[in-house]
């Protein structure tokens, strides 16, 4: 929850919980805090600590399905021209934008 907290989101779920409602620009943030190494990309294991921290009950499974739907040049990672692909497949998957 700290991360929530430190973007400005401030509610609490846990993963049997139903998928919060988040701004397209807040699911933005929450997946680029998950860059760790910094580099404007999203590899699988930072798109998993992603969607687990969302609350997914299969954040590795969802994470492969993200590269999937929004890995447009197969490189194995979501870049930032790839992104809205990503917040798009959240979206489809459950996690809804105000």
Same mark, same amino acid.
């Given at each position: 929850?700290?991360?929530?907290?430190?973007?400005?989101?401030?509610?609490?779920?846990?993963? %049997?919980?139903?998928?919060?409602?988040?701004?397209?620009?807040?699911?933005?943030?929450?997946?680029?805090?998950? $860059?760790? *190494? !910094? =580099?404007?990309?999203?590899?699988?294991?930072?798109?998993?600590?992603?969607? %687990?921290?969302?609350?997914?009950?299969?954040?590795?499974?969802?994470?492969?399905?993200?590269?999937?739907?929004? $890995?447009? *040049? !197969? =490189?194995?990672?979501?870049?930032?021209?790839?992104?809205?692909?990503?917040?798009?497949?959240?979206?489809?998957?459950?996690?809804?934008?105000?």
């Amino acid at each position: 929850m700290a991360l929530l907290s430190s973007l400005g989101l401030h509610f609490h779920f846990h993963k %049997d919980a139903e998928a919060p409602t988040l701004t397209k620009a807040q699911l933005e943030k929450i997946f680029m805090k998950f $860059d760790t *190494n !910094g =580099d404007n990309c999203l590899s699988r294991a930072e798109m998993k600590k992603a969607f %687990d921290y969302i609350g997914s009950n299969f954040p590795g499974f969802r994470a492969t399905q993200a590269l999937r739907y929004a $890995d447009a *040049n !197969g =490189d194995g990672q979501i870049d930032m021209k790839e992104l809205d692909d990503l917040i798009n497949f959240a979206h489809k998957i459950g996690y809804n934008m105000k």
